[in-house]
């Protein structure tokens, strides 16, 4: 991802050349794989034009605010998992967070919610998809919508 020091993750622009290379080189080693930038530091940051979360023992993990481009889907399921009364904390999260959570999902205008099922091969949490935390905020975003979103897609296959 491109730091915050260079260019603020707040501008939306076109210049998504860093996203292009990181899924033609994740798309060459598994065709269905969606890459997650990292910062710097090796902290998650976001997908092409997706905010990732982790979910830890109930709560929802997403990365800073700094890092990423606060998009309307991520800022829909912040304000649905605190309408659902789930904790929700913004923070730094590298990919042992990534490997150890109980469920991920990225977010998206396009697709509102899709579960992550795995991280570079590692099996998230029990392999459940979606789990329970992204099965809850899932159904409340279908009903704010007023659209089955996951059904809609499935239907597509």
Wanted: contains cysteine.
């Amino acid at each position: 991802r491109t730091p915050p020091e260079a260019m603020s993750p707040r501008a939306k622009m076109h210049n998504y050349i860093n996203l292009v290379l990181a899924t033609q080189e994740v798309e060459a080693q598994n065709p269905d794989a969606w890459p997650i930038l990292l910062d710097m530091s090796g902290n998650l940051c976001e997908g092409p034009g997706a905010n990732i979360f982790l979910v830890k023992d109930g709560a929802v993990l997403t990365p800073r605010e700094q890092y990423v481009l606060a998009g309307i889907s991520r800022e829909t399921a912040i304000d649905l998992a605190h309408e659902l009364d789930i904790s929700v904390k913004e923070a730094d999260l590298d990919l042992y967070d990534a490997y150890t959570a109980d469920e991920a999902f990225i977010t998206s205008t396009s697709f509102c919610i899709v579960p992550v099922s795995s991280f570079n091969g590692n099996v998230i949490g029990d392999a459940a998809i979606p789990g329970p935390v992204t099965q809850r905020l899932t159904q409340a975003y279908s009903g704010m919508v007023g659209v089955d979103i996951a059904g809609q897609y499935l239907a597509r296959l």
